[in-house]
């Protein structure tokens, strides 16, 4: 009669810690869950935040050309043109298309530097440059994704 208290007891103990084991594991990846999510909505925040700011440099850039100018360097889909254009175009060798902006420093995540890059040819549907923005973090090792 006694070994059967022992048995229940030791039932009731096992029982009980994997009860709680359970929970323990439930509470873990509840938290887990929520803190990877937070990591992950924080950097695709800074990386927009990051973009953003370049847009406006890239904006800023483009407001001061003249309304020809800005038609001729869309519609070869380049940034600028370092020498003059010959009616309305700009050689091969003057054509930039690239733009890097400014360094952007992100408060605990280092200093990033941002390079639109805008490509073409115009796409045949909707008759649009392609702009794309690269983040680099210039070594500092930091995780920003968009």
Do not use: H
């Not at 890097?100 to 649009?128: F, H, K, R, W």
């Not at 392609?130 to 973090?137: A, H, K, M, P, Q």
């Amino acid at each position: 009669m006694l070994k059967n208290k022992k048995g229940a007891a030791l039932l009731q103990v096992l029982l009980v810690t994997v009860v709680l084991a359970g929970m323990a594991t439930m509470l873990l990846r509840a938290s887990l869950s929520r803190a990877t999510t937070a990591r992950q909505t924080r950097r695709t925040i800074s990386a927009q935040l990051l973009v953003n700011a370049c847009m406006a440099e890239v904006n800023a850039i483009w407001s001061a050309k003249t309304p020809e100018a800005f038609a001729n360097d869309m519609r070869q889909c380049i940034m600028y043109c370092k020498a003059g254009t010959v009616g309305g175009n700009c050689a091969t060798d003057s054509r930039v298309t690239s733009y890097t902006c400014q360094n952007i420093t992100l408060e605990g995540s280092g200093t990033y530097t941002v390079t639109a890059t805008m490509s073409g040819p115009q796409d045949s549907e909707s008759g649009q440059c392609s702009l794309t923005y690269e983040i680099n973090d210039n070594g500092s090792s930091a995780s920003v994704e968009l």
